[in-house]
């Protein structure tokens, strides 16, 4: 099975901020690798897809690059709309198994 | 526009069956796939399985095989998550998500709680 390592597990920061979320895979994804945003009581939102690709109607103040295992999620300003987890998720092995990160909290400093 | 509404919370006690649904509407229902989230109680997601409602082929997580299944209903556009004796350890909430790589877009997750 493929293991996605996320880091930090909790991130503090202030609106305004540039903040920087890590992913790891435990061997090599290629590119296969999406991000999502999940706020509790909402559906889950995707915002990355390909490893850098910016899902449609995403603020272009996210971005996300990488490739191979090591991946980053970046959130260029914060916006209060924007303090919520954040989990990276592979598809390289598809068959048998998807795998998401841990999850990363973000929160209000 | 693309929307997937997911059934009520439940509580049910241990041992019983349960199927939760995800209704999709505002596109061809039958050509993407659908698959099935897992977040337990302060925990991360976990995938469940994928189903391809044009043929109902499906795929488990070795983790889920044989502990839940997965199936749709094409003339209502909707997709199921069944149990048939229901455990503490499966309450959670589950999460419907259109897409067969990555899930462009999600339920509102539906809450099953599992208690005597």
């Known amino acids: 099975d493929i293991q996605m390592t996320q880091s930090p597990s909790t991130l503090s920061a202030s609106v305004g901020d540039r903040v920087t979320i890590t992913c790891r895979a435990s061997q090599s994804i290629s590119s296969w690798l999406a991000w999502y945003q999940l706020k509790p009581g909402k559906a889950p939102n995707l915002l990355i897809y390909k490893a850098s690709s910016l899902e449609s109607g995403v603020p272009s103040r996210f971005s996300g690059s990488g490739s191979g295992t090591e991946f980053t999620l970046t959130i260029s300003s914060l916006q209060p709309d924007d303090f919520a987890t954040y989990y990276c998720q592979q598809y390289n092995s598809y068959y048998p198994e998807i795998t998401f990160g841990q999850g990363t909290r973000l929160e209000i400093k | 526009e693309v929307q997937l509404v997911q059934s009520g919370a439940e509580v049910k006690k241990p041992g019983e069956s349960l199927k939760i649904s995800c209704k999709g509407s505002?596109?061809?229902?039958?050509?993407?796939?659908i698959g099935w989230v897992r977040q337990m109680p302060g925990k991360g997601l976990e995938w469940m399985g994928i189903?391809?409602?044009?043929?109902?082929?499906?795929r488990y997580s070795p983790s889920f095989e044989g502990q839940v299944t997965i199936s749709v209903d094409n003339s209502i556009s909707t997709a199921y998550l069944q149990w048939r004796s229901l455990k503490a350890s499966d309450t959670a909430i589950y999460y419907c998500?259109?897409?067969?790589?990555?899930?462009?877009?999600w339920g509102q997750g539906t809450q099953v709680t599992v208690s005597s």
């Open positions: 998500a259109r897409g067969s790589y990555y899930f462009d877009q």
């Open positions: 505002g596109y061809r229902f039958t050509t993407h796939w």
């Open positions: 189903i391809y409602p044009d043929d109902s082929d499906t």
